[in-house]
């Protein structure tokens, strides 16, 4: 535990002013005003990598990919649940420094306060009203179940490296860490640009997912209030 | 070896997804604690998560932009899923006092 909190908080300092400094340099040109900047031709793909070889990007992307898979890691192996939601918030600030390394910064901050916030703060709500110790963390499932969740897992597993193997990257650190010289420069995953996008082509599943969240909220009162016999105890009381 | 270790490229992020959704899947299948399996099942949304991005950077323009819209909306989803399946195990377990998803067997027959 001492050493995840440890390795999570080497992270956290390693990471943080290498990514201000990934950030791109606050002279650049806005969403807005975009036609107006300079072309796309004069841009150097080195303006704002961490180095020019890429050694910053490689160094906070493993510290950051090793802080997620860590805490996913504890997230299935602990006993105790409130380290396993421990080990999922070090897993959800780990994804959301990943995302900002994809220049998804908006999504970084919604990953920090939708994930390692509010879903967070649900979990060990629920974990504090159970606190219950787990009898049997583990399946003690037979052979039969045994011997089919091995061959789903390895059969997953084959799966994805099957694809992973096949599909042609472009390994360049250089390609990820700078941003392409595109239309969008460096707006290009900010608030306005994600917020443009989402009004435009994504208005009919932003309608639908607010109201999913309304019933979302309105099922999970429904479902979680006290039984009718308690309820009526407590009207009597007055609320 | 060194290739690996510092051109860390779209690859790396694809192989990041697919190893946090394997451990995701890991959780659900090997741990009988619903809490637990939900919280597996959010580690699988992030790391489709993931890999939505990780391909949205590989093309960098407008258009794939609404990758973003669609994690956003992921993220949306993941926030409504986890409200309503708390809300299930608070429930289940007012009237069961056990979240053991092995001893939860009233509807099997």
């Known amino acids: 535990m001492k050493i995840y909190a440890l390795l999570v908080a080497f992270a956290m300092a390693l990471g943080a002013p290498a990514i201000a400094t990934a950030q791109p340099a606050p002279q650049a040109q806005h969403f807005g005003d975009v036609r107006t900047g300079p072309p796309a031709a004069s841009y150097s793909p080195h303006d704002d990598i961490v180095d020019g070889h890429g050694m910053g990007m490689a160094l906070l992307f493993w510290a950051f990919a090793i802080a997620t898979v860590v805490g996913a890691i504890f997230v299935i192996s602990r006993r105790n649940l409130i380290a396993a939601a421990m080990g999922m918030v070090g897993s959800f600030m780990g994804v959301a420094a990943i995302y900002m390394l994809l220049y998804a910064r908006f999504l970084a901050v919604v990953q920090m306060l939708v994930y390692a916030g509010a879903i967070m703060v649900l979990f060990v709500f629920v974990i504090m009203i159970l606190n219950r110790p787990e009898d049997e963390p583990v399946a003690p499932t037979g052979h039969v179940g045994q011997v089919v969740g091995g061959l789903a897992i390895l059969y997953l597993i084959g799966r994805l490296v099957m694809v992973l193997w096949t599909v042609e990257l472009p390994n360049k650190a250089a390609a990820l860490a700078a941003p392409r010289a595109t239309a969008l420069g460096h707006a290009w995953g900010s608030v306005n640009a994600v917020g443009t996008d989402l009004f435009n082509g994504g208005l009919f599943p932003f309608e639908a997912i607010s109201i999913l969240l309304l019933v979302a909220v309105v099922g999970a009162i429904a479902i979680a209030r006290p039984l009718s016999e308690d309820s009526n105890d407590e009207g009597t009381k007055g609320v | ?109």
């Not at chain 2, 659900?28 to 998560?49: D, P, W």
């Not at chain 2, 409200?83 to 067997?105: E, H, N, Q, W, Y």
Request: no cysteine.
């Open chain 2, 1 to 109: 070896m060194n290739d690996i270790l510092f051109d860390v490229g779209y690859g790396h992020f694809l192989v990041l997804s697919a190893v946090l959704f394997l451990i995701g899947v890991a959780g659900v299948l090997i741990r009988r604690n619903a809490l637990i399996m939900l919280m597996s099942v959010e580690l699988m949304l992030n790391a489709g998560n993931i890999a939505l991005l990780a391909f949205s950077r590989m093309w960098a323009d407008e258009a794939a932009l609404s990758a973003h819209t669609f994690a956003l909306i992921v993220i949306g989803v993941a926030a409504a899923e986890a409200s309503v399946g708390l809300a299930i195990v608070v429930a289940v377990f007012r009237g069961r006092r056990t979240i053991d998803v092995d001893k939860l067997t009233t509807l099997r027959h």
